[in-house]
């Protein structure tokens, strides 16, 4: 019988003209992954282009590409750091080559670069009830930490709060305040900084980013997408991707204040991930009436686990885009 060449190439950097092939890769595998699950009717949707680009950009070099002989993508995996913490995702490999130890390449090769970065940190995101994902990850070093629990809480149009964007700020202002992020989160972890992430969100016009405070102090932030997640679908929810919060009373500002945006857009709902390491923060949102809507499990590279943050402290940082 007529076997396929199995040469691959790479890694190689992803490069923005790929997002169409990476696409359409990234669809076919999780589909499949979903239909190895036993979801047969489920469809993934191709993502919007404008957010891969904000992937892309965001990992530079980490995003790494590999090729068949053909010249086709067949893998790829996007690994990005914030500062000292590092992850990765998405990443896949195409379902026709899978099996055949591409796999064990492509997290091998973001490893060594997180490493190269200096991170303390070195984690990625996979579904609780695919066990085939998680046995493969563990045999490669990562242990299982705890959930990540997307909560969505519908907004109501009359939710007000006092907060500031930084898309209404002048350019002067946004000098100003910018250093002030970074040091609210320097003050509760070290080496943690979300500062190209908040740019880049800006530059590409994805969403913005939520400030509660006053004068020099910074006491919360949170850093969300209002665009749609999905290709040529409606968005309805706002999507935060990084959130920091010195107590649970300013957490409960700056969601008054994310809801608040939310109504602003018009969007029907805002999406927390919610790291369940801060089960004082989960607490309030379900009881704030948020619901949850899917689960991922939070592994780490031994060695290279997270830290939570002491003195009633929230940080939900997204390992996903």
């Known amino acids: 019988m007529w076997q396929p060449d199995r040469v691959v190439q790479g890694p190689r950097q992803l490069v923005e003209s790929e997002i169409g092939p990476l696409n359409r890769l990234f669809a076919d595998a999780f589909t499949d992954r979903y239909r190895k699950d036993g979801l047969v009717g489920v469809r993934v949707p191709q993502l919007n282009p404008d957010v891969w680009r904000y992937a892309l950009r965001d990992a530079g070099d980490g995003a790494m590409a590999w090729t068949d002989e053909r010249g086709d993508l067949v893998a790829f995996n996007v690994a990005h750091h914030s500062g000292v913490e590092g992850w990765m995702g998405p990443l896949a490999v195409r379902p026709d080559r899978q099996g055949l130890g591409l796999g064990k390449a ?173 089960h004082r923060a989960y607490r309030y949102l379900i009881e704030r009436g948020y619901r949850a809507r899917w689960t991922d499990l939070r592994m780490w590279l031994d060695g290279y686990g997270e830290t939570v943050l002491g003195g009633g402290g929230v940080l939900f940082s997204n390992w996903e885009i």
């Open 106 to 278: 492509i997290i091998r090769s973001a490893v060594e670069w997180l490493v190269e970065q200096r991170v303390r940190v070195i984690g990625l995101e996979t579904m609780p009830r695919t066990v085939e994902n998680i046995g493969f990850y563990s045999k490669l070093g990562f242990v299982p930490g705890h959930l990540t629990i997307t909560l969505t809480g519908d907004v109501q149009r009359s939710v007000r709060g006092r907060f500031t964007r930084l898309s209404e700020l002048s350019q002067r202002e946004r000098t100003t305040w910018l250093p002030r992020l970074r040091e609210a989160l320097e003050g509760g972890l070290p080496g943690y900084d979300f500062l190209r992430e908040l740019e880049l969100t800006s530059q590409l016009s994805l969403g913005d980013t939520v400030v509660i405070g006053s004068g020099s102090e910074v006491t919360a932030f949170a850093l969300y997408h209002s665009v749609p997640l999905a290709e040529a679908r409606p968005g309805d929810e706002l999507r935060v991707l990084k959130l920091y919060a010195d107590s649970l009373e300013t957490f409960d500002k700056l969601i008054v204040a994310l809801e608040s945006c939310a109504a602003k857009h018009k969007l029907r709902r805002v999406a927390v991930r919610c790291q369940t390491g801060y």
